[in-house]
């Protein structure tokens, strides 16, 4: 990954933190508007969830030019996630659910540019998970 991909990443994170549980509430609506049948696989606190969610993503944001130390996490996630009933079409819903939580929540910040290294960094990341789950059998079988 390039230092820059990297370096507009972080800055547009650190301007999302400010409005962290909006931009999770945000994110919940776009993933659940996109597939509906995502909801069963939240149990629990969503405010909750939304917090491990902005925690979780600001951990990888913070690690993205450390791969050493952030794929053993990416794989263990996948991993976890892959026995939750995560299906790799998933993550592309998630994706989507990203990108637009981060349009709506940087408005004009959200350049193309930064679109495009968001969209880098946020399929490098699924990857890898997606690569842990299917190693592990983890992944359920494709419906």
């Known amino acids: ?79 976890r996630h892959g026995g939750y009933g995560v299906l790799p079409s998933h993550y592309s819903t998630v994706g989507t659910a990203l990108l637009r939580t981060l349009s709506d929540g940087l408005g004009a910040a959200f350049t193309p540019e930064t679109r495009m290294a968001w969209t880098e960094v946020y399929c490098a990341l699924a990857d890898t998970m997606m690569q842990a789950a299917v190693a592990q059998g983890t992944e359920p079988a494709m419906a």
């Open 1 to 79: 990954m390039k230092p820059h991909t990297i370096d507009l990443v972080r800055q547009s994170w650190a301007q999302v933190l400010p409005i962290a549980p909006q931009a999770a509430h945000l994110f919940y609506g776009h993933l659940f508007a996109l597939d509906p049948s995502l909801q069963p696989l939240f149990k629990g606190d969503m405010a909750a969830q939304g917090r491990k969610l902005m925690q979780m993503i600001g951990a990888a944001v913070g690690k993205l030019d450390e791969p050493a130390t952030l794929l053993p996490i990416l794989q263990g996630l996948g991993r």
